[in-house]
């Protein structure tokens, strides 16, 4: 069974672009949440989808922002990048249900210049 | 509000050596209980996870972890570490019929030194 896929692996961009970062989750999963890491706030929620729709939400601004296809293939888009945007973003795949472990990718190092 | 707290940021230990590894939680409702493993440049894997049932779970890598509801804690444990346990690990709670969110706490980094 194939993992859960990031892509890219690491991206360069400079303040005020903006940015998309591409998730593939295993294959039958339907949900995927994506989550933010840094050395200064740790692993913090930012959103999942669930087929398609977006289910639970965290505290971030509307910069940050998701979609998901029918294929449960998931992206992540950043606008306005700013420095404190540099991280490590990782995707979780899951079948959905709270119970189920779930598969992360190796991530996306996002460094903002 | 559900939280998690590591207690150790940092733990040092020798091979060979045992290793214990505390995580409390937070929470007015039901939870699942998890331990990731992040190696340098690396994703979370799955080291456990505890749902229901026995108290005691055992993971991979010769990891175990005993869920405690009255104390609210879910350390991790392992009887003899290697060097390649050096690691950050994470405890991680998501909501019994919530949906997908896990909160993480803020990891502690395992090194085992020679």
């Known amino acids: 069974k194939a993992g859960v896929t990031q892509t890219p692996r690491y991206l360069i961009k400079t303040r005020g672009q903006q940015v998309t970062l591409s998730c593939s989750p295993i294959?039958?999963?339907?949900?995927v949440s994506w989550y933010q890491q840094t050395p200064g706030q740790g692993l913090q929620f930012l959103f999942e989808?669930?087929?398609?729709?977006?289910?639970n939400k965290g505290n971030f601004p509307g910069r940050f922002s998701g979609r998901q296809f029918s294929n449960s293939r998931s992206e992540m888009n950043v606008s306005t990048l700013e420095l404190g945007d540099s991280a490590l973003y990782l995707c979780?795949?899951?079948?959905?249900?709270?119970?189920?472990?779930?598969?992360f990718g190796s991530g996306t190092r996002l460094t903002v210049v | 509000a559900q939280s998690v707290t590591q207690l150790d940021s940092q733990v040092p230990v020798f091979e060979e050596a045992p290793v214990e590894l505390r995580c409390n939680y937070s929470?007015?409702?039901?939870?699942?209980l998890f331990w990731y493993v992040q190696y340098p440049n690396q994703g979370l894997q799955l080291l456990l996870k505890?749902?229901?049932?026995?108290?005691l779970v055992k993971g991979i890598n010769g990891f175990e972890a005993e869920f405690n509801k009255s104390q609210t804690s879910f350390h991790l444990r392992k009887p003899s570490v290697h060097i390649s346990d050096t690691a950050e690990y994470f405890c991680?709670?998501?909501?019994?019929?919530?949906?997908?969110?896990?909160?993480f706490g803020a990891g502690t980094r395992l090194a085992v030194h020679p």
């Open positions: 979780a795949s899951s079948s959905g249900q709270g119970s189920d472990g779930y598969t």
């Open positions: 294959s039958g999963h339907r949900s």
């Open positions: 989808y669930f087929s398609e729709t977006q289910r």
């Open positions: 929470s007015s409702v039901s939870v699942y």
């Open positions: 505890y749902l229901s049932g026995s108290t």
């Open positions: 991680a709670v998501s909501f019994s019929g919530g949906y997908n969110k896990l909160i």
